[in-house]
């Protein structure tokens, strides 16, 4: 493994009860989130290639986790999402080099498909800051339902010379989604917005 990971996390959460009005099924996301170190904090390099590299491996590591949290198989899900957060010796280039070039073929491995481009967000923040990991359907980012979100947060990181990476996965969409727009029932998964 070439990334220094400090710590794995995994969140899981179960929404039953909306408005005083049961969710049936439950509705679940879980996110999986490693603390790794930043090779390149405190420093300007041209060549991000390790940083790419890194995203390929997290991505398998982190959805693989996240799929287990929810107990499915992974061609099960239905949403995903990714997020990073650098500490303050790192910039937002670090956090979009394992983001964007690599993670997500391992991601979409994982989950068996995924023709939808994978919502992320990036930031740079200390010790317990909010990393809020957009998320969307995996097949079909038209479906409405499945414009959502999930918050999580590390207390002691990222560290100055720490990432902060997480990829969040769903069973389903928002609980008791009713906005309209395309249903998931509706998906042709061709050209990942439909």
Known sequence: MKTKI???????????????????????????VAVIENPYAGTYVEDLTLLTEIGEELGRLLTERAVAALGIPGDRAESYGKAAAVGEDGELEHAAAILHPKLGTPVRQVLGKGAALIPSSKKRGGPGVVLDIPLGHKDAAFVRSHFDGMEVRVPDAPRAREIVVAVAV?????????????????????????
């Open 6 to 32: 400090r710590k794995l996390l995994t969140f899981l959460e179960e929404t039953r009860l909306e408005m005083g009005r049961p969710v049936e099924p439950a509705t679940r996301r879980a996110a999986a």
């Open 170 to 194: 769903t069973d389903s969409g928002r609980p008791l989604p009713r906005v309209g727009g395309l249903t998931k029932d509706q998906i042709k998964g061709e050209d990942g917005l439909r």
